[in-house]
């Protein structure tokens, strides 16, 4: 039964909501394209309209803005990490969906429990660590310890894996091909949704992580850094008065890539996410 008063108030709830997450970024965007460097709170709209920060960023570095540099450092370090990633996870999530072992059972309740721990508590210890083995201020070490806990993310890939028939696996068999043939050439062929997601998943970790990258990346070096601490140094009290346009010129820029990304592969994102929730 349809009740028009309550559906109306609920639209008008979801507009205020969207409205109220779209400011901040409407302001990001109008801001980039501002005449003017600083944090001008007179007015939500510039008086005056420029091409100017873009131009700083992409073709007129220096001292502070180096955001080419940055650019690449942080899509090098995406691009291994996914990789690694993803190839970890789709591997650990058929040998848990598929084969049947002593103990697999223990090691998904000790997944599952693990993934219940809160990132940042670890990050100390996982840098002391890589300090002892001289990888800290390295795009290696940061690769390392994004691509090293993406086994633990099985879950989903796993679920979905769980809805294609075991008698494809069993005709495979029967034929004479190898568990790896199997994996290679009957089981991710039909995953392609949800690698599809988990390419996105472990693309995105990397790409905006700040925490850790700023934990890692503390020599100083800003050739070294990623766009996010990159752009964080940009808000220094000492900076954000000349550079907060070109900050948010930034922010803008760095948001394209996975925008295209997310555009490009929705439908396989979104059959990705819905088919890993079907089964556990």
């Known amino acids: 039964m349809k009740h028009p008063i309550r559906d109306f108030f609920k639209h008008v709830l979801l507009t205020i909501l969207a409205v109220i997450w779209l400011i901040p970024i409407l302001w990001l965007f109008v801001t980039a394209f501002s005449g003017y460097k600083g944090i001008n709170t007179a007015h939500f709209f510039p008086d005056s309209w420029s091409l100017d920060n873009f ?9 502070v803005v180096q955001y080419g540099v940055w650019f690449k450092n942080t899509l090098i370090i995406a691009i291994f990490s996914c990789l690694i990633s993803t190839i970890f996870v789709v591997m650990v999530s058929y040998a848990m969906s598929a084969m049947r072992f002593n103990g697999r059972k223990q090691i998904m309740s000790g997944s599952i429990i693990l993934n219940m721990f809160p990132g940042p508590l670890l990050m100390i210890a996982i840098y002391f660590i890589l300090k002892s083995l ?102 220094n009290k000492s900076l954000i008065n000349k550079y907060f346009s070109v900050f948010c010129a930034g922010g803008l820029l760095i948001s394209i890539p996975i925008s295209i990304l997310f555009v490009l592969m929705q439908k396989c994102y979104v059959e990705g996410v819905t088919g890993g929730a079907v089964k556990g």
Request: proline residues 5%.
């Open 134 to 235: 001289g990888l800290t201020n390295s795009h290696l070490g940061m690769i390392i310890v994004y691509s090293a806990g993406s086994g633990l993310g099985f879950l989903i890939v796993k679920g979905f894996m769980d809805t294609i028939p075991a008698s494809l696996r069993e005709a495979a068999r029967l034929e004479g091909a190898s568990e790896a043939k199997i994996f290679t050439s009957v089981v991710v062929p039909l995953c392609k949704p949800i690698i599809v997601y988990q390419i996105i998943s472990s693309f995105l970790i990397p790409w905006g992580d700040f925490v850790f990258a700023k934990l890692m990346l503390n020599s100083g070096i800003s050739t070294d850094w990623t766009v996010a601490i990159g752009l964080y140094n940009m808000l």
């Open 55 to 63: 131009k700083q960023i992409l073709i007129r570095p220096d001292s």
